[in-house]
Nanobody, 114 residues
Framework: QVQLVESGGGLVQAGGSLRLSCAAS????????MAWYRQAPGKQREFVAV???????NYAYSVKGRFTISRDNAKNTVYLQMNSLKPEDTAVYYC????????WGQGTQVTVSS
């Protein structure tokens, strides 16, 4: 059973930066497209960014130019560098495959104050 463990969230002022990490157990990590998702209070979970096994990336319009997704297959880890954070980025951030297929982890809370 694959497990996903997200970390790196916290409280930051608007304009600040955070780097999220997601570690996955299991040896099949490298063949999957991995993505970040987020869920704000009272809203549905939404797609943020994806990186394919070959390294191609795509982003939600709301984060394009501010967030960067990357991966280290040797460490079974995917990252999300978040710059120029805005209060509307406040959410619990999760990683999963794209499309989703693994059990969700606990997520990591990101709070951006104005």
């Amino acid at each position: 059973q694959v497990q996903l463990v997200e970390s790196g969230g916290g409280l930051v002022q608007a304009g600040g930066s955070l780097r999220l990490s997601c570690a996955a157990s299991g040896s099949i990590f490298s063949i999957n497209a991995m993505a970040w998702y987020r869920q704000a209070p009272g809203k549905q979970r939404e797609f943020v960014a994806v990186i394919t096994s070959g390294g191609s990336t795509n982003y939600a319009y709301s984060v394009k130019g501010r967030f960067t997704i990357s991966r280290d297959n040797a460490k079974n880890t995917v990252y999300l560098q978040m710059n120029s954070l805005k209060p509307e980025d406040t959410a619990v951030y999760y990683c999963n495959t794209r499309p989703t297929g693994w059990p969700w982890g606990q997520g990591t809370q990101v709070t951006v104050s104005s």
